[in-house]
């Protein structure tokens, strides 16, 4: 009895600190932001959008001020999963 109800205890508490810790990163370790620009990128490239998509429209979609914009592409960036295009304001996902 003691065993079940260790066993109960510890998958409560590890579901309780997935669930906190996937408030901000998802599982592969992004935060909300980058997975929305990731995201959205992802979309902008699979309909053919060969000069990538401009961050100011990356901003209007998503309705994110151009600062969180910034961050999340140079985060993503930095890990290899975007790349600008045209000029240092449009990118594409890899």
Same mark, same amino acid.
């Given at each position: 009895?003691?065993? *079940?109800? *260790? %066993?109960?205890?510890? +998958? ?5 600190? @997935? @669930?906190?810790?996937? !408030?901000? @990163?998802?599982?592969?370790? $992004? !935060?909300?932001?980058? &997975? ?6 992802? &979309?902008?490239?699979? /309909? +053919? %959008?060969? !000069?990538?998509? #401009?961050?100011? =429209? $990356?901003? %209007? %979609?998503?309705? $994110? #001020?151009?600062?969180?914009?910034? =961050?999340?592409?140079?985060?993503? =960036?930095? =890990?290899?999963? /975007? ?5 240092? @304001? *449009?990118?594409?996902?890899?």
């Amino acid at each position: 009895m003691v065993r *079940h109800s *260790h %066993q109960t205890w510890y +998958g409560t508490a590890s579901n309780i600190n @997935f @669930f906190s810790m996937s !408030k901000q @990163f998802d599982v592969n370790g $992004l !935060k909300d932001c980058d &997975q929305l620009v990731l995201e959205r990128l992802q &979309q902008s490239s699979s /309909i +053919g %959008q060969e !000069k990538g998509m #401009p961050m100011d =429209e $990356l901003c %209007q %979609q998503l309705k $994110l #001020p151009m600062e969180k914009i910034k =961050e999340s592409i140079r985060s993503l =960036e930095d =890990e290899g999963l /975007i790349y600008s295009t045209i000029d240092e @304001f *449009h990118y594409k996902a890899t």
